[in-house]
Nanobody
């Protein structure tokens, strides 16, 4: 069974940076598509980035394009999200995600708060 655990959230001032990490265990991520979602209070969970299983394709939501960079390291069974130029509207719980076939797997979430 694949298990995902996020780390790296916290409080940061507007314009600052954070790096989120997600460690996978139980199964190798090599053949999984992976990504990050976020959910702000009172809003639906939204996708913000994803990388295909081959690693050949990376996509970002328009709201984070140019500011966030996602990467995956299959050797370490991890994925990361580098977030720069953070804005108050980036405040949310961030979830890592992995998918293969019919199955989706989620981490428990990590809080990111952008505030002065």
């Amino acid at each position: 069974q694949l298990k995902l655990v996020e780390s790296g959230g916290g409080l940061v001032q507007p314009g600052g940076s954070l790096r989120l990490s997600c460690a996978a265990s139980g199964v190798a991520l090599d053949h999984y598509g992976v990504g990050w979602f976020r959910q702000a209070p009172g809003k639906e969970r939204e996708p913000i980035s994803c990388i295909s299983s081959s690693g050949a394709s990376t996509n970002y939501a328009d709201s984070v394009k140019g500011r966030f960079t996602m990467s995956r390291d299959n050797a370490k069974n991890t994925m990361s999200l580098q977030m720069n130029s953070l804005k108050p509207e980036d405040t949310a719980v961030y979830y890592c995600w992995a998918t293969r076939g019919w199955y989706d797997y989620w981490g428990q979430g990590t809080q990111v708060t952008v505030s002065s």
